[in-house]
T-cell receptor, first 114, second 112 residues
């Protein structure tokens, strides 16, 4: 089954404790991206990657890191989480280059930073 | 600055009636528009899209209308069903890339 898999689904942590949210897709997509969803703000892009070893900042990259060492994986790293990073996070992927592409989303990771 | 706007945070409609969800955008370079549907505890799923060369696209009960001069699009659901109750996100992109800009979402409740 074609899917984007995020782990964990729920995570509670404390300020300053490094964490990683994993994302994997099995559709051979070149493009992967991270979004956060906050009330009244919709989906905002954190980082994206057009292919292996190619990453770029989205609209709200502060406090986050990403890496793209393999095509299928795109982990999101919070080196020193803060309470304002409490949010619902989504990973998404799609092909690059084809016209009229659409994003496929994971099920989300609800992060709470205390 | 929000380039894609959904000004109605919520909408309630009776079952069987039409639901109309609206979306406005500011960037005239956008040429591809999508609607996503999101249920609680799930990721957004693609619903329907429209290219800027069209002004209407239909898929079953769902129709998207695009008014380029007004920079406005709308999603019509006819007839509305209780299972349509979800948050709907409008998104826009430039055909040259994979960057998608999302609106803030509209929560639709279809009342049985």
């Amino acid at each position: 089954e074609a899917q984007v898999t995020q782990n964990p689904r729920y995570l509670i942590t404390v300020t300053g404790k490094k964490l990683t949210v994993t994302c994997s897709q099995n559709m051979n997509h070149e493009y992967m991206s991270w979004y956060r969803q906050d009330p009244g703000l919709g989906l905002r892009q954190i980082y994206y990657s057009m292919n292996v070893e190619v990453t770029d900042k989205g609209d709200v990259p502060e406090g986050y890191k990403v890496s793209r060492k393999e095509k299928r994986n795109f982990p999101l790293i919070l080196e020193s989480p803060s309470p304002n990073q409490t949010s619902l996070y989504f990973c998404a992927s799609s092909f690059v280059g084809a016209t009229n592409e659409k994003l496929f989303f994971g099920s989300g990771t609800q992060l709470s930073v205390l | 600055d929000q380039q894609v706007k959904q000004n109605s945070p919520s909408l309630s409609v009776q079952e069987g009636r039409i639901s109309i969800l609206n979306c406005d955008y500011t960037n005239s370079m956008f040429d591809y528009f999508l609607w996503y549907k999101k249920y609680p505890a799930e990721g957004p799923t693609f619903l329907i899209s429209i290219s800027s060369i069209k002004d209407k696209n239909e898929d079953g009960r769902f129709t998207v209308f695009l008014n380029k001069s007004a920079k406005h699009l709308s999603l019509h659901i006819v007839p509305s069903q209780p299972g349509d109750s979800a948050v709907y996100f409008c998104a826009a992109s430039k055909n040259t890339g994979n960057q998608f800009y999302f609106g803030t979402g509209t929560s639709l409740t279809v009342i049985p």
